[in-house]
C-alpha cells in the first residue's frame, strides 16, 4: 500500500514505519519523562518496577494514532506459576514487529532463567507466524 508524504512523494508502509521511528526516537533525551521514570525505578527493583517506564516507552515510540498496536498479557513461568511475567506484543497494522517480556532483573544474573525466557519469547514467536 503506498501512501502520500508530506512532501508529495508517495511511501509505503515500510518507509511509513521508518519515518515514525526516527521521529519517535528523536523525542527521547536525557530530560523525556520516559527516562525519568526509568531512572525512578528503585535501585533493588522487581519486576512490576518496569511495567510503567516500559509502557511509557512503548506508547511514546507506538503513538495510538498510528498503525501500531501495544498490547499486553500476563504470562506465568511454566516451572513457577506464581512468577508472573509481562509480555508487550507490538503489532504494525497487523504483523507482530516486536516482543518484550518484563521480568524481574535478578533472572538475568541465572542462566536458567535467560533460557527460559529465551524459550518462551521463541515459542511466542512461532505462534506468531503460525497465524501469518
Known amino acids: 500500500m503506498m501512501m502520500q508524504t508530506k512532501g508529495g512523494h508517495q511511501a509505503s508502509r515500510g518507509d511509513e514505519y521508518e519515518m515514525h521511528m526516527d ?8 530530560k523525556s519523562t520516559v527516562v525519568r521514570q ?4 528503585p535501585s533493588n527493583p522487581s519486576e512490576s518496577d518496569f511495567y510503567g517506564p516500559y509502557n511509557k516507552l512503548l506508547h511514546l515510540l507506538f503513538p495510538a494514532d498510528s498503525d501500531f498496536v501495544v498490547s499486553f498479557q500476563y504470562t506465568p513461568d511454566a516451572q513457577n506459576l506464581l512468577d508472573l511475567g509481562l509480555t508487550y506484543e507490538i503489532r504494525f497494522v497487523d504483523k507482530s514487529v516486536l516482543l518484550l517480556q518484563v521480568r524481574r532483573p535478578s533472572h538475568r544474573e541465572i542462566l536458567s532463567k535467560r533460557q527460559a525466557a529465551d524459550d518462551h519469547i521463541r515459542r511466542h514467536m512461532a505462534d506468531i507466524v503460525g497465524e501469518a
Open 23 to 30: 521521529s519517535s526516537f528523536k523525542a527521547i533525551d536525557s
Open 38 to 41: 526509568f531512572k525512578n525505578v
